[in-house]
């Protein structure tokens, strides 16, 4: 039988809805999805470890980044720059997994234009009330930058139906058991099936030689 192609799922959301936990949890329950460790230029956050959480890197590296054209994607997002790398990308299609970008809105319009087999995913906090109690309960902001965010966040909403899909993250395993059922239905896709023709033929042509024989 044949097999899906590889394919990037992008999961992009507001600040504060929850998509990179959802991301991360799909990562952890599945061997054939992994995560995509974007690069960035911000500081890291407290607990946050180089490579694994993010390439932490400097502009000027970035910069070389994108003039040597290894991003698959890039945006400057309240004051700092964040990418995915090609080569983070390509290892995982070698091996045939689903990789998982958590991105934001304006690397999901580049992803969907560079690769036109990526599916894209919304995420959508429960209220603007539970957003913003999400935000204050990670202590990592200032409150000019946490108001920064939500009127992004704002702003990235009219793009919603740009995407493929919506999940709301009011329920947590519900999101991610939702986002398990895209990449399912995504993946049983026709047209992400090499040889599916010939594989189609082999097997009329095994049923008409077993109609021959019950004669």
Same mark, same amino acid.
């Given at each position: 039988?044949?097999?899906?192609?590889a394919f990037p799922i992008v999961i992009a959301a507001p600040s504060?809805?929850?998509?990179t936990s959802l991301a991360q949890e799909l990562v952890r329950r599945?061997?054939?999805?992994?995560?995509?460790?974007?690069?960035?230029?911000?500081?890291?956050?407290?607990?946050?470890?180089?490579?694994?959480?993010?390439?932490? !890197?400097?502009?000027?590296?970035?910069?070389?980044?994108?003039?040597?054209?290894?991003?698959?994607?890039?945006?400057?997002?309240?004051?700092?720059?964040?990418?995915?790398?090609?080569?983070?990308?390509?290892?995982?299609?070698?091996?045939?997994?689903?990789?998982?970008?958590?991105?934001?809105?304006?690397?999901?319009?580049?992803?969907?234009?560079?690769?036109?087999?990526?599916?894209?995913?919304?995420?959508?906090?429960?209220?603007?009330?539970?957003?913003?109690?999400?935000?204050?309960g990670r202590a990592t902001e200032s409150a000019a930058q946490r108001?920064?965010?939500?009127?992004?966040?704002?702003?990235?909403?009219?793009?919603?139906?740009?995407?493929?899909?919506?999940?709301?993250?009011?329920?947590?395993?519900?999101?991610?058991?939702?986002?398990?059922? !895209?990449?399912?239905?995504?993946?049983?896709?026709?047209?992400?099936?090499?040889?599916?023709?010939?594989?189609?033929?082999?097997?009329?042509?095994?049923?008409?030689?077993? !109609?021959?024989?019950?004669?």
């Amino acid at each position: 039988m044949t097999h899906a192609r590889a394919f990037p799922i992008v999961i992009a959301a507001p600040s504060g809805a929850g998509k990179t936990s959802l991301a991360q949890e799909l990562v952890r329950r599945h061997d054939d999805v992994v995560f995509s460790i974007s690069a960035t230029t911000r500081a890291p956050r407290l607990g946050e470890r180089d490579g694994i959480d993010y390439f932490f !890197i400097d502009e000027t590296e970035f910069t070389r980044l994108i003039e040597a054209d290894e991003l698959v994607e890039w945006a400057t997002v309240h004051g700092c720059r964040y990418g995915t790398l090609r080569r983070e990308v390509a290892a995982a299609f070698a091996l045939g997994r689903t990789v998982v970008l958590d991105i934001d809105v304006q690397g999901a319009r580049q992803v969907r234009q560079r690769m036109p087999e990526a599916v894209l995913a919304f995420v959508l906090p429960p209220s603007g009330a539970e957003l913003i109690r999400r935000l204050e309960g990670r202590a990592t902001e200032s409150a000019a930058q946490r108001a920064s965010r939500l009127a992004a966040a704002a702003g990235e909403l009219s793009a919603l139906e740009e995407f493929d899909y919506v999940v709301v993250n009011d329920d947590f395993d519900a999101a991610v058991a939702a986002l398990e059922a !895209i990449i399912t239905a995504e993946s049983c896709r026709v047209a992400r099936h090499a040889g599916l023709r010939q594989t189609a033929a082999e097997l009329a042509a095994e049923l008409r030689q077993l !109609i021959q024989r019950s004669r």
